[in-house]
């Protein structure tokens, strides 16, 4: 008899413990190679993991709790979780080296002319990465990381940057502020000095 009572709540036990994770899974979405064009809309905090790494396996409880935090606080910030090896020219775009990464999403694609104008007309100062992959896109989202509480940041073809820009070489960041712009030097410290605060 008391063994069935122990047996009964153990089953009982798993059962809330297999729920708990089952709900708390639910606020960290599994990405695929269409977040490239989903999270022009959103701010995202992704879990990049490979299946096979431990550590990743032991971040993946807590990384459900982020998620469940996040969406319980009201925060903006989705919350995702991407197979680094199934999509590795996603992971390789955000400077994943190894497992697992975190990484906040916060440069946002300028998909046209329209868009780029309509940033222009909400944000006094904003940087724009203009060019594919290179060390200076490396660079210039390790400044957005750090930066993003101050102004804004996004990537955009060089058919969507205004005619009046001029760029000699690409790969290219600008500073659009107060209606002009200026091409990014080559020293990031800079970057203080177009703070919005």
């Known amino acids: 008899m008391a063994a069935g009572r ?5 089953r009982l036990c798993a059962t809330v413990f297999l729920l708990d994770m089952a709900f708390c899974k639910g ?60 999509y590795s020219s996603i992971a390789s775009e955000f400077g994943v080296r190894g497992y697992p990464t975190i990484k906040l999403a916060l440069i946002r694609p300028l998909p046209s002319q329209q868009m780029f104008e309509h940033v222009q007309k909400r944000h006094r100062v904003f940087f724009v990465y203009i060019g594919g992959e290179s ?29 009046y820009v001029t760029l000699k070489e690409m790969p290219a960041v600008l500073v659009f502020k107060d209606e002009t712009y ?16």
């Open 182 to 197: 200026f091409v990014y030097d080559g020293k990031f410290q800079h970057f203080n000095s177009y703070k919005t605060c």
């Open 135 to 163: 060390p200076l896109k490396e660079k210039y989202i390790d400044a957005a990381s750090e930066l993003i509480v101050y102004t804004y940041f996004f990537s955009a073809s060089e058919e969507v940057v205004p005619e």
């Open 6 to 10: 122990r047996a009964a709540g153990l």
């Open 27 to 86: 606020f960290v979405e599994d990405l695929d190679e269409s977040f490239k064009d989903n999270r022009k809309d959103d701010i995202w905090l992704v879990d990049f993991y490979a299946p096979w790494c431990g550590h990743c396996k032991k971040l993946e409880p807590i990384w459900n709790e982020v998620g469940l935090e996040m969406k319980s606080i009201g925060s903006p910030v989705k919350v995702g979780k991407m197979d680094a090896t199934s």
